[in-house]
C-alpha cells in the first residue's frame, strides 16, 4: 500500500507543479512573488500568461495586492523563451527552429521531441554545484565535443528497397542473459542529486524495458535497495581503492548480493582536470557548509557503498594487468574493463582475462584526448577480435548513434547524461521517455536500413565523412 501510495503521489508531481503555476499566474500576489522567482519559473508563468492573453484576446490585467492599481511585471534577465517586452520587435510566430536547436522548457515527459527537451528542463531544477557536475568536461569541454562529432561524422547508407522488417528484433545477449535492446544505462553517480527517486526511479524505468542497467560505485543508494526496486541483480561499477582489503569487502558485499557482472572503472586512474566543477565549488570544495549539509547531514555519514567496508590497512598492490586476475578470484563475477580506447589495451585486456570491454571516456570528463568513443572502437574491436563483449558509451544522443556504434562492431551501447537528464526533469517517467524516444529513434533507423536484427546491422551500413555535421547549439556544453 505504502509503494502504491509513493507512486500515486510520484505522478501526482507535474500535475501539482502545473496547476501551482496556473495558481500563481492568477494570484495577486504575483506582483510581489515575481522578480524573485527563478528564470525557470519566471518562464512557467510567462507562458500561462501568454496563453491567457492569447485565448481571451485581450492583455492580462495584474493587479496590486494592497493598492488595487494595475501594473506591469517588472523586465526580466534576457532568456531565450521569455514574453517579449513592450516596444520590443516581435515575431509573428514563435522560432521553432531556435527552440528546437536548443531544447524546450517542457511541461511533462511527453512533451519531449528529443532528449535535449529534458537537458533544458533538468537544468532549470538542479542546484548548479550537481549540474556542473554531470555538465562538466575536462579542461574546456574539447573531448565532450569530440564524443559529438565523432558521431556526427558518420554517414548512415540506408537501403531503399528489398524485403519488409514488420517485426524488428533487437535483443542481444551478455554473459548468457538476452536482454530486449542494445541500449544500457552507464552508472551515473549520486543519483539522489538529480531526484529524489535517485537510482531506484532509474532501475524501475530501465526494468519496464527491458534494459540494462550499472549502478555507479558513487551511488546515493545501496546495491540492495537499487536491485529491490529493479526486481532483479544488475551490474556495478567500481572505483578500486588503493586498499586491496576495502575493495575485497566491496566486492563480496554485491557478490552475495547476486551481482553478476563487475565493471572496475580504469579511465581515472591518472585523474581528471575538472576545472568547471571546482571553480563552482570554489576554494572550500566540498567543505563548503551547502554541500556538508547535505553530503555529511550527521556525523559518520557515508555513501551506501562505502559503508561496512573499512579495516585494519591491507596490502596495496599495483594497478596493473594482474589487478584483472585479482578481481575475477574476489567474487566470481565477469569482470569488464571500462576506459580502453586503444587496441593494444583491447588485447592485453583478453590476454589478461577480461570478459568484456567498455570503450569509454567518461564521458570526456577523463583525460583530454580530443578524441570521441566512436573513433576508438574500430581498433578496440580489431583488438578484442571477437573474444569478449565490446560495449561503448560517451557521446550517444539519438537512436542513430545506437545503430552507428553497432555498425562498427560493438555489442551493446550505453548512455549516461541523456537518462540523468530525464531523471532530473521528471524522475522515473522522464527516464522511461528516454529511453523510448532513443529506442524509436533507433528502430526506425534499422527500418531504414532494412535490417531485421542487429547482425545485419554492419560497416557497410555507415561510411566516415570528412568533417563533423554540427547543427546543434553547443556554446558553453549544452547540446552535447
Same mark, same amino acid.
Given at each position: 500500500?505504502?509503494?502504491?501510495?509513493?507512486?500515486?503521489?510520484?505522478?501526482?508531481?507535474?500535475?501539482?507543479?502545473?496547476?501551482?503555476?496556473?495558481?500563481?499566474?492568477?494570484?495577486?500576489? !504575483?506582483?510581489?512573488?515575481?522578480? *524573485?522567482?527563478?528564470?525557470?519559473?519566471?518562464?512557467? $508563468?510567462?507562458?500561462?500568461?501568454?496563453? &491567457?492573453?492569447?485565448?481571451?484576446?485581450?492583455?492580462?490585467?495584474?493587479?496590486?495586492?494592497?493598492? *488595487?492599481?494595475?501594473?506591469?511585471?517588472?523586465?526580466?534577465?534576457?532568456?531565450?523563451?521569455?514574453?517579449?517586452?513592450?516596444?520590443?520587435?516581435?515575431?509573428?510566430?514563435?522560432?521553432?527552429?531556435?527552440?528546437?536547436?536548443?531544447?524546450?522548457?517542457?511541461?511533462?515527459?511527453?512533451? #519531449?521531441?528529443?532528449?535535449?527537451?529534458?537537458?533544458?528542463?533538468?537544468?532549470?531544477?538542479?542546484?548548479?554545484?550537481?549540474?556542473?557536475?554531470?555538465?562538466? *568536461?575536462?579542461?574546456?569541454?574539447?573531448?565532450?565535443?569530440?564524443?559529438? #562529432?565523432?558521431?556526427?561524422?558518420?554517414?548512415?547508407?540506408?537501403?531503399?528497397?528489398?524485403?519488409?522488417?514488420?517485426?524488428?528484433?533487437?535483443?542481444?545477449?551478455? @554473459?548468457?542473459?538476452?536482454?530486449?535492446?542494445?541500449?544500457?544505462?552507464?552508472?551515473?553517480?549520486?543519483?539522489?542529486?538529480?531526484?529524489?527517486? =535517485?537510482?531506484?526511479?532509474?532501475?524501475?524505468?530501465?526494468?519496464?524495458?527491458?534494459?540494462?542497467?550499472?549502478?555507479?560505485?558513487?551511488?546515493?543508494?545501496?546495491?540492495?535497495?537499487?536491485?529491490?526496486?529493479?526486481?532483479?541483480?544488475?551490474?556495478?561499477?567500481?572505483?578500486?581503492?588503493?586498499?586491496?582489503?576495502?575493495?575485497?569487502?566491496?566486492?563480496?558485499?554485491?557478490?552475495? #548480493? =547476486?551481482?553478476?557482472?563487475?565493471?572496475?572503472?580504469?579511465? !581515472?586512474?591518472?585523474?581528471?582536470?575538472?576545472?568547471?566543477?571546482?571553480?563552482?565549488?570554489?576554494?572550500? *570544495?566540498?567543505?563548503?557548509?551547502?554541500?556538508?549539509?547535505?553530503?555529511?547531514?550527521?556525523?559518520?555519514?557515508?555513501?551506501?557503498?562505502?559503508?561496512? $567496508?573499512?579495516?585494519?590497512?591491507?596490502?596495496?598492490?599495483?594497478? /596493473?594487468? &594482474?589487478?584483472?586476475?585479482?578481481?575475477?578470484? #574476489?567474487?566470481?563475477?565477469?569482470?569488464?574493463?571500462?576506459?580502453?580506447?586503444?587496441?593494444?589495451?583491447?588485447?592485453?585486456? +583478453?590476454?589478461?582475462?577480461?570478459?568484456? %570491454?567498455?570503450?569509454?571516456?567518461?564521458?570526456?570528463?577523463?583525460?583530454?584526448?580530443?578524441?570521441?568513443?566512436? /573513433?576508438?572502437?574500430?581498433?578496440?574491436?580489431?583488438?578484442?577480435? =571477437?573474444?569478449?563483449?565490446?560495449?561503448?558509451?560517451?557521446?550517444?544522443?539519438?537512436?542513430?548513434?545506437?545503430?552507428?556504434?553497432?555498425?562498427?562492431?560493438?555489442?551493446? %551501447?550505453?548512455?549516461?547524461?541523456?537518462?540523468?537528464?530525464?531523471?532530473?526533469? @521528471?524522475?522515473?517517467?522522464? +527516464?522511461?521517455? %528516454?529511453?523510448?524516444?532513443?529506442?524509436?529513434?533507433?528502430?526506425?533507423?534499422?527500418?531504414?536500413?532494412?535490417?531485421?536484427?542487429?547482425?545485419?546491422?554492419?560497416?557497410?551500413?555507415?561510411?566516415?565523412?570528412?568533417?563533423?555535421?554540427?547543427?546543434? &547549439?553547443?556554446?558553453?556544453?549544452?547540446?552535447?
Amino acid at each position: 500500500m505504502i509503494k502504491q501510495q509513493a507512486r500515486a503521489d510520484e505522478q501526482q508531481t507535474g500535475t501539482s507543479r502545473r496547476h501551482f503555476f496556473k495558481m500563481l499566474a492568477g494570484s495577486p500576489l !504575483l506582483a510581489m512573488a515575481y522578480p *524573485g522567482l527563478s528564470p525557470a519559473w519566471q518562464r512557467e $508563468v510567462d507562458r500561462i500568461l501568454a496563453r &491567457d492573453q492569447s485565448a481571451s484576446g485581450r492583455a492580462t490585467r495584474m493587479v496590486c495586492a494592497d493598492c *488595487g492599481q494595475a501594473f506591469q511585471l517588472p523586465a526580466m534577465r534576457p532568456m531565450r523563451s521569455s514574453m517579449p517586452q513592450a516596444g520590443a520587435p516581435q515575431s509573428p510566430t514563435p522560432n521553432a527552429l531556435d527552440v528546437h536547436l536548443t531544447g524546450q522548457l517542457i511541461d511533462a515527459p511527453g512533451d #519531449a521531441i528529443n532528449v535535449w527537451d529534458f537537458e533544458t528542463v533538468a537544468h532549470a531544477n538542479t542546484l548548479p554545484q550537481h549540474w556542473n557536475y554531470i555538465h562538466m *568536461g575536462v579542461d574546456d569541454f574539447e573531448t565532450r565535443y569530440a564524443n559529438r #562529432a565523432g558521431y556526427q561524422r558518420l554517414s548512415l547508407r540506408p537501403k531503399r528497397l528489398g524485403p519488409d522488417v514488420p517485426k524488428l528484433d533487437t535483443s542481444v545477449s551478455l @554473459f548468457g542473459k538476452r536482454w530486449a535492446t542494445p541500449l544500457f544505462l552507464c552508472p551515473v553517480a549520486a543519483l539522489e542529486a538529480y531526484h529524489t527517486e =535517485g537510482e531506484s526511479g532509474a532501475a524501475r524505468a530501465a526494468r519496464a524495458r527491458g534494459v540494462l542497467q550499472i549502478q555507479s560505485h558513487q551511488s546515493s543508494q545501496s546495491y540492495e535497495a537499487i536491485a529491490e526496486a529493479r526486481g532483479e541483480p544488475h551490474w556495478f561499477q567500481l572505483y578500486a581503492n588503493q586498499d586491496w582489503d576495502v575493495n575485497k569487502r566491496t566486492i563480496e558485499k554485491v557478490a552475495a #548480493a =547476486g551481482c553478476p557482472v563487475l565493471v572496475w572503472t580504469i579511465d !581515472l586512474l591518472g585523474g581528471s582536470n575538472r576545472e568547471l566543477s571546482r571553480r563552482s565549488q570554489g576554494s572550500e *570544495g566540498y567543505s563548503r557548509p551547502l554541500c556538508q549539509s547535505c553530503h555529511n547531514h550527521q556525523p559518520g555519514y557515508q555513501r551506501p557503498m562505502h559503508r561496512g $567496508v573499512q579495516g585494519p590497512p591491507g596490502p596495496r598492490p599495483a594497478f /596493473d594487468w &594482474d589487478y584483472v586476475k585479482r578481481l575475477k578470484d #574476489a567474487g566470481k563475477m565477469k569482470v569488464v574493463l571500462k576506459g580502453i580506447v586503444t587496441r593494444e589495451d583491447a588485447e592485453l585486456a +583478453v590476454l589478461h582475462g577480461a570478459d568484456g %570491454v567498455l570503450v569509454s571516456n567518461h564521458g570526456g570528463r577523463a583525460e583530454n584526448s580530443l578524441r570521441g568513443t566512436i /573513433d576508438s572502437l574500430p581498433e578496440v574491436v580489431a583488438g578484442v577480435k =571477437g573474444r569478449v563483449p565490446v560495449m561503448i558509451d560517451s557521446g550517444v544522443r539519438r537512436g542513430a548513434d545506437i545503430f552507428k556504434a553497432l555498425a562498427l562492431g560493438a555489442t551493446a %551501447v550505453g548512455v549516461g547524461r541523456p537518462y540523468v537528464w530525464g531523471l532530473g526533469a @521528471f524522475g522515473q517517467q522522464g +527516464v522511461d521517455k %528516454v529511453i523510448t524516444l532513443l529506442l524509436e529513434e533507433f528502430t526506425m533507423v534499422m527500418r531504414q536500413a532494412r535490417t531485421a536484427t542487429l547482425a545485419q546491422i554492419g560497416p557497410q551500413s555507415v561510411m566516415p565523412g570528412a568533417t563533423p555535421i554540427m547543427m546543434r &547549439d553547443n556554446r558553453q556544453g549544452f547540446g552535447l
